[in-house]
């Protein structure tokens, strides 16, 4: 994975015998002008930004095998944090202890602390816990219901009236989930309509509305673009900083350009380790880390 | 858009067909293993064709409408013996208690093992016990339920004599044992679709706070109902095409015989006959001897199981367009008749 791919792929052209082979345009240096990262990243250390979770020397276990060795890192509201590594670097199992999703894997283990405004999260009931803490994974992964009723499976919860709520009570909340997530006017005259009919780019946003309807205060982004077009990218790209000032956003990516354009703090990590973190700005412009500078200018990856 | 162009071309070289594969620069053992697979396959389509023309012709030319309406009578006579009302009835009946029992135990146990399987050793031994009910031929199944349900303690099921002695031969035990053979079929199948469900399905649910119970009952059972319904109705062929069972746990009786005065209650504890024992009895190995009826009875039979199979491709065919948010089975039906959102 490079720093500066093309931003499309380039044009596929019938072989002509007679012609020079067509010749991808040279890669850009990775440290030079091209990197513009989005404005105003230092801005968002403002009195809105505020710690929701804090990750205290974590480590993280499959069985026997330590695949996160003691991470620290904060999770706050009003900004977005972005979880970027190699394959196997431990990021994503970081990301899917934040709301005690390891657990559904056997032999998973865990050290150290991670709190949710102070309180343990091992304390908190892990159903509320995942309310509280959603997620948006790597594919997107409607149930087989239509649009409505997956939405309004997040909504169903607690007592008895309010989980066989009429769907007149609940249209609300589903419509104005919808809208968070920029899919309402696309899908608003039939929401009868089976969520699997619908485009990936549409399916992963229904899964941010499912997500976002219970109202959490922190959501988790799994490499939530890699399965979508670039177009379909740029949308919920656009959709993840509109929501970092009501939720705190973390995102796994391999995409670097993506980080860039999305987070405004950055983790690297490697084999398990948090090699680095610190803003946007500073991982891609100015690492301090020879790994970190290696990654981000696409020396391994 | 430059792409498009080569395809579309109306004048460009003649295109030439790729040449037909040929079996002749095979070694001579795998040209004959072909030909021999390819026999055997041909051989199988001449069977079941023949089975389904014979059937059709000895059995269309006996088929009266008549006979869906009468009740067999004791006769010497073919054209007095009556119809097979009470078998058809009785093959409902019995194949409705069965599965009945069987659709729920099996989605039960499928779902337990494939969600739970806590603890291991005893996942392993439930799949262990559904594999034996599995292979137990039915006649097996039939004595051991005779054994069991002669008991005294069963007398509610079936009749008892007035010195105590328990029958043990009703529509109710016979659905019993019956829904032993659909079990395995029903669980099979729940298993296998549960099993096709990516392990993403189940992370979206348990993301957004839910237990694996409601998991299980809002979004995984409703997904694979087409899964869950092509093994209740592979459940149904099983239950329906066995004799052994009628034979010794039925009575196999002429007619249905209720027990007592209650309408419903009498006719489940009382004996009775199904279509297989009524062609078994009247075939020309049986000893009513009206052949020409257990063509007719036979034949409507075939066209039963063969309806369920074809009911069986349909609910687990290729997933054509999915845009219909219902369950297959409830498409058959009016949209709007049922909406998710109740």
């Known amino acids: ?301 | 858009m430059a792409l498009a162009a080569p395809a579309a071309q109306p004048s460009g070289p003649p295109l030439a067909a790729p040449p037909r594969e040929t079996t002749a620069s095979w070694p001579l053992a795998d040209r004959v293993g072909y030909w021999l697979c390819w026999a055997t396959g041909v051989g199988l389509c001449l069977i079941a064709g023949s089975i389904v023309l014979v059937m059709f012709v000895k059995g269309v030319s006996s088929l009266r409408l008549s006979l869906f309406v009468q009740s067999p009578a004791p006769s010497l006579h073919q054209s007095q013996a009556g119809g097979f009302l009470d078998p058809i009835v009785g093959t409902l009946i019995v194949t409705a208690i069965g599965i009945a029992i069987a659709a729920p135990m099996g989605v039960a146990l499928a779902t337990w093992l494939s969600e739970y399987r806590r603890p291991a050793w005893l996942a392993r031994a439930v799949e262990s016990a559904i594999e034996m009910i599995a292979g137990v031929p039915s006649v097996v199944l039939a004595i051991f339920g005779l054994l069991l349900f002669a008991h005294g303690f069963f007398g509610f099921l079936s009749q008892s004599a007035s010195n105590g002695t328990v029958t043990g031969q009703s529509f109710l035990v016979a659905g019993v044992i019956m829904a032993l053979l659909a079990v395995p079929l029903v669980a099979g199948a729940t298993g296998e679709a549960l099993a096709q469900l990516p392990a993403r399905t189940r992370e979206a649910s348990y993301a957004l706070g839910k237990t694996r119970a409601t998991t299980i009952r809002r979004v995984l059972l409703p997904s694979i109902l087409p899964g869950i319904a092509s093994g209740v109705v592979l459940g149904m062929g099983r239950i329906i095409g066995d004799t052994a069972i009628i034979t010794i746990l039925l009575g196999a009786t002429l007619k249905n015989e209720p027990v007592g005065e209650l309408p419903i209650l009498g006719t489940l504890r009382g004996t009775g006959s199904t279509l297989t024992s009524y062609v078994y009895n009247n075939s020309p190995a049986g000893e009513g001897n009206a052949p020409q009826k257990a063509y007719a009875a036979a034949f409507v039979l075939l066209m039963i199981v063969l309806a369920l199979n074809a009911l069986v491709t349909r609910l687990t065919g290729p997933r054509a367009r999915r845009t219909d948010t219902r369950p297959r089975i409830w498409r058959l039906l009016p949209a709007g008749w049922a909406s998710w959102s109740r």
């Open chain 1, 1 to 301: 994975m490079g720093v500066v791919e093309p931003l499309m792929p380039p044009p596929v052209r019938r072989i002509d015998v007679d012609r020079d082979p067509y010749i991808a345009p040279a890669r850009q240096a990775p440290n030079g002008v091209a990197l513009a990262s989005r404005p105003g990243v230092e801005t968002h250390t403002s009195s809105r930004v505020r710690e929701r979770m804090a990750i205290e020397s974590v480590w993280l276990a499959y069985g026997e095998n330590w695949v996160v060795r003691d991470v620290s890192l904060p999770v706050r509201r009003g900004e977005v944090l972005a979880l970027i590594g190699a394959s196997g670097s431990g990021k994503t199992t970081l990301l899917r202890s934040l709301n005690r999703l390891t657990e559904i894997t056997a032999g998973a283990g865990r050290s150290g602390r991670i709190t949710l405004d102070g309180q343990e999260i091992h304390e908190i009931e892990v159903t509320e816990l995942r309310r509280r803490v959603s997620m948006v994974f790597q594919q997107p992964n409607p149930f087989p219901m239509s649009i409505f009723e997956n939405v309004a499976y997040a909504l169903r919860e607690g007592p008895s009236r309010r989980r066989r709520a009429r769907r007149s009570q609940l249209e609300g909340e589903v419509r104005d989930a919808l809208r968070r997530a920029g899919l309402h006017d696309e899908v608003a005259d039939d929401l009868d309509r089976s969520a699997l009919a619908l485009s990936g780019g549409q399916q992963q946003r229904l899964c941010i509305a499912r997500a976002l309807a219970a109202e959490p205060e922190v959501l988790l982004l799994d490499e939530p673009c890699s399965a979508l077009d670039p177009i379909s990218t740029a949308v919920i790209e656009e959709l993840i900083v509109g929501l970092r000032e009501s939720v705190a956003v973390v995102i796994v990516t391999h995409n670097l350009q993506q980080a860039q354009r999305v987070a405004d703090h950055v983790a690297f990590m490697h084999l398990g380790e948090l090699v680095e973190y610190g803003s946007s700005e500073q991982i891609f412009q100015t690492p301090i880390q020879q790994r970190t500078r290696d990654y981000v200018s696409g020396a391994f990856g």
